[in-house]
């Protein structure tokens, strides 16, 4: 697998600012995988990801696209990318079909957005106006258009927020059929859940630095216990006993333990992404 982008000592500051918001980053953005960029609010993840969309030019450092300088690009690197911002932007006076005609025409490409609306369950609101649509509608149809030109690499900033879970498990798992097609995916969120189901690997950033760049699982590798839990009951009730993971086939206080009480739960010491979320930014995201 090639990769769709390579980022190399990045470094971004705003006009207003005395420091850099980005100080310094690298990573690589592997073609047809879904990348989670993670942080806590001020990190620099938006930042990050307006940067790669080309919505922010005056950074330093290198970036490729496709093994090409990212200023090199000009209107075609708009055709083959798309982006879902977190706080999605309509003509509330427009129809949603309306909305998705008008920002189709500025693409050369289009994908069958019928299809797409029907897909997320706004097929009904079509002629709806979008400002009568509710935080949820407006949400699922800015991640239809994010999709209106067919793209190759698709941006999307908190893409589940404010969904239910119904809703929110469409639009994950139209991202892992995206991901089945070829397409690379770049993700914030702050929804650990949605890293889990969805990012192959991800990047931590904490005060415009990376803090850690790992998969899920080797995360929770690094960061978990290793070690069994298990909760049982015996005539005084609820008991819990905790054994070490090494060698636990051989462990004879285990396997009594197995033989003798009516177990109830087994647990590893597998962390969750919330913790490690918190070790490895040294914050607490309150946004």
């Not at 990190?43 to 005056?58: M, N, Y």
């Not at 407006?138 to 991640?143: A, C, H, I, P």
């Not at 469409?170 to 892992?176: A, E, G, H, P, Q």
């Not at 995206?178 to 397409?183: L, M, S």
Request: hydrophobic letters at 35%.
């Amino acid at each position: 697998m090639s990769n769709a982008f390579v980022v190399k000592e990045l470094r971004f500051k705003y006009p207003k600012n005395n420091d850099d918001t980005i100080q310094g980053i690298s990573f690589q953005v592997e073609e047809g995988k879904i990348f989670g960029l993670l942080g806590p609010s001020g990190a620099g993840k938006s930042t990050t990801q307006k940067i790669l969309s080309k919505l922010l030019e005056d950074y330093s450092g290198e970036i490729s696209y496709y093994g090409k300088d990212l200023k090199n690009y000009h209107k075609e690197f708009y055709e083959e990318v798309g982006v879902g911002f977190e706080m999605p932007v309509h003509f509330n006076k427009l129809t949603a079909l309306e909305n998705l005609k008008y920002f189709a025409g500025l693409y050369k490409t289009n994908i069958d957005y019928i299809e797409l609306l029907t897909r997320v369950g706004l097929y009904e609101a079509r002629n709806q106006l979008v400002g009568e649509f509710s935080k949820g509608m407006k949400v699922r149809l800015n991640f239809v258009r994010a999709l209106l030109n067919d793209p190759k690499m698709i941006f999307l900033d908190e893409p589940t927020a404010g969904l239910d879970p119904k809703n929110a498990k469409i639009i994950k798992d139209m991202i892992l059929e995206f991901k089945k097609q070829g397409k690379t995916i770049f993700v914030t969120t702050h929804l650990m859940g949605d890293v889990e189901q969805l990012c192959d690997y991800v990047v931590f950033m904490h005060k415009g630095r990376i803090t850690e760049t790992s998969t899920v699982r080797d995360l929770k590798m690094k960061y978990g216990k290793k070690e069994l839990k298990i909760e049982y009951y015996n005539p005084d009730g609820l008991k819990s006993e905790t054994y070490p993971l090494d060698k636990i086939g051989t462990n004879e206080a285990f396997l009594n333990a197995l033989k003798k009480n009516e177990i109830e739960t087994i647990h590893s010491g597998e962390t969750t992404l919330e913790d490690i979320f918190i070790k490895v930014t040294g914050d607490v995201d309150n946004e």
